[in-house]
């Protein structure tokens, strides 16, 4: 969806989306393989998911695992697969019975069938969920899904669907993955890098952004919490000025 005027009359962000970064570093201070970062990762988000509601967030959308994480080596990324893997099986039972939808962007034909099967079980079985709906942007990039949507719709035009004349941007935001939800209000980043690093390009426009120095394993609730206070004293103008 583009534009979406009634969370910008909310008092708090609607959509909050994290970059998720800091695992490695986390882990390398402690003199531990990176993959125990990961791991200490996974656990926050549990936390962070049931922060939600009392911060009146009803959308989160994490990113875990880039289009360009593949560069990582062979360990890495396995273990993060396995990870993933790992992460769905024990944590569905929970999400479910928390009222937790759970949605999936990125591109699925890269990743290892039996990953995507367990993906596909956790989106039918939360489907009727609507307490907190949360997104993990597994082998996502913005320019992927932005291509990906732009390749759906030249077939649409192909095929004779859909006219060249019709193509405005609403119509391009239909084909991305993330077709159903609002734009994030407010981008988190942890680990203080301050780069966006291929996340929501076209959602995030007008968002808010918010790059603060903790690694993700150490980011609370409390903090997330702090950030979200901090996000209601912004004053959002989309380019217009202010009332
Ligand atoms: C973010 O943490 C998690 C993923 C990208 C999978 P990093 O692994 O990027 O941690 P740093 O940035 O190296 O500390
Ligand atoms: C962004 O973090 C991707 C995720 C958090 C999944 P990276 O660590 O991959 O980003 P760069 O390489 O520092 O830009
Ligand atoms: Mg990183």
New binding site residues.
């Given amino acids: 969806m583009t534009g979406k005027p009634e969370q910008a009359d909310r008092a708090g962000p609607c959509h909050v989306a994290v ?3 800091g695992n ?1 570093r986390w882990a390398q201070m402690r003199g531990r393989p990176r993959l125990f970062g990961h791991h200490a990762g996974a656990r926050r988000v549990r936390e962070i998911v049931e922060a939600c509601p009392a911060n009146g967030v009803k959308y989160l959308t994490i ?4 289009t ?2 593949w560069k990582r080596t062979q360990t890495e990324v396995a273990g993060l697969m396995k990870l993933f893997r790992r992460y769905i099986q024990s944590e569905a039972r929970d999400l479910h019975a928390s009222g937790v939808r759970v949605r999936f962007i990125g591109d699925r034909v890269k990743l290892e069938a039996k990953l995507v099967t367990l993906m596909d079980e956790l989106e039918l079985l939360t489907s009727g969920n609507d307490r907190v709906h949360l997104t993990v ?1 597994i082998n996502y990039g913005g320019r992927d899904e932005v291509t990906r949507a732009a390749k759906r719709l030249a077939y649409e035009v192909e095929q004779g669907r859909l006219s060249h004349k019709d193509v405005d941007a609403e119509t391009l935001s239909r084909f991305l993955d993330t077709h159903v939800l609002p734009d994030p209000d407010l981008v988190i980043r942890t680990s203080g ?1 301050a ?1 966006i ?1 291929n ?1 929501l390009l076209w959602q995030s426009a007008y968002s808010e952004y918010e790059f603060v120095d903790t690694l993700w394993p150490d980011f609370s609730a409390e903090e997330f919490g702090k950030v979200i206070q901090s996000y209601t004293r912004r004053e959002r103008r989309y380019g217009g000025v202010k009332a």
């Fill in positions: 970059i998720m970064d490695g990113f875990a695992f880039s360009e994480n942007a890098e780069r690093s996340f």
